[in-house]
């Protein structure tokens, strides 16, 4: 259990649907992370919060959207998606700089865009 | 462009041998860190490390900054080893503080 979870684990959805992913840390970390993992690719980083404000927007396309409205809750909104966003989607917390602190991970969400 | 290469890419083991992952970067780093997937997709964090060795078990990481390497030991390795080894680093002051950048990792097979 490390105190980052994630819901819902698997999604299937349409190219004009709207989802939302949720992530809730139970750590008191006032840091959370949004990741991609592509098959075959390296981990990329999505959006940082720092104290609930955005502090790192890592060339995400629009229709990528988060949302965090406190420190313990993420939010990944999507909308008209395209088939090659299907990824594992993983949240992650840390206390403060996560570049130097250790990252707490969520199971990760497994999104398929049809 | 600031990469992380990891190698062996594949990596499959008997139970008990001592493993090795490797770690490379390019240019100067705040700190390096080890993490782990298992199938299913779970992330654990292992190391955080900016200089020196640590060890936690039969894991050991050291870090050569001169050399920019680090690498990955596994003791009397175990079938639950089995997983995706990940090295991660930030560049600090060269980029953002919470960024880091991932190699593509190293997937272990630890046969009984």
């Known amino acids: 259990e490390t105190g980052v979870t994630q819901t819902p684990r698997h999604l299937v959805m349409g190219m004009t649907n709207k989802k939302s992913l949720k992530c809730e840390q139970h750590?008191?970390?006032?840091?959370m992370y949004w990741y991609k993992q592509s098959a075959k690719k390296p981990l990329e980083l999505m959006f940082v919060?720092?104290?609930?404000?955005?502090?790192e927007n890592n060339s995400v396309p629009s229709r990528f959207s988060p949302e965090c409205p406190n420190s313990s809750h993420l939010f990944l909104h999507l909308h008209t998606l395209q088939p090659e966003d299907s990824a594992l989607y993983l949240c992650?917390?840390?206390?403060?700089?996560?570049?130097?602190?250790?990252?707490?991970f969520g199971p990760g969400t497994r999104l398929l865009v049809l | 462009k600031n990469e992380v290469e990891q190698s062996p890419q594949n990596l499959t083991a008997q139970e008990g041998e001592f493993i090795t992952i490797n770690c490379s970067y390019s240019?100067?780093?705040?700190?390096l860190h080890w993490l782990q997937q298992h199938p299913g997709g779970g992330i654990v964090s292992l190391f955080m490390?900016?200089?020196g060795k640590k060890k936690h078990g039969r894991l050991i990481a050291t870090i050569n900054i001169q050399e920019k390497h680090s690498s990955l030991h596994i003791t009397a390795s175990h079938p639950r080893d089995s997983a995706v080894y990940i090295c991660?680093?930030?560049?600090?002051?060269?980029?953002?503080?919470?960024?880091?950048?991932f190699g593509k990792g190293t997937l272990l097979t630890v046969n009984p």
């Open positions: 490390l900016s200089s």
């Open positions: 919060y720092s104290l609930e404000e955005r502090v």
């Open positions: 750590l008191g970390h006032n840091a």
């Open positions: 992650a917390s840390s206390q403060g700089n996560g570049g130097e602190e250790t990252q707490y």
């Open positions: 991660a680093v930030n560049y600090g002051s060269g980029g953002s503080n919470y960024k880091l950048t």
């Open positions: 240019v100067g780093i705040s700190a």
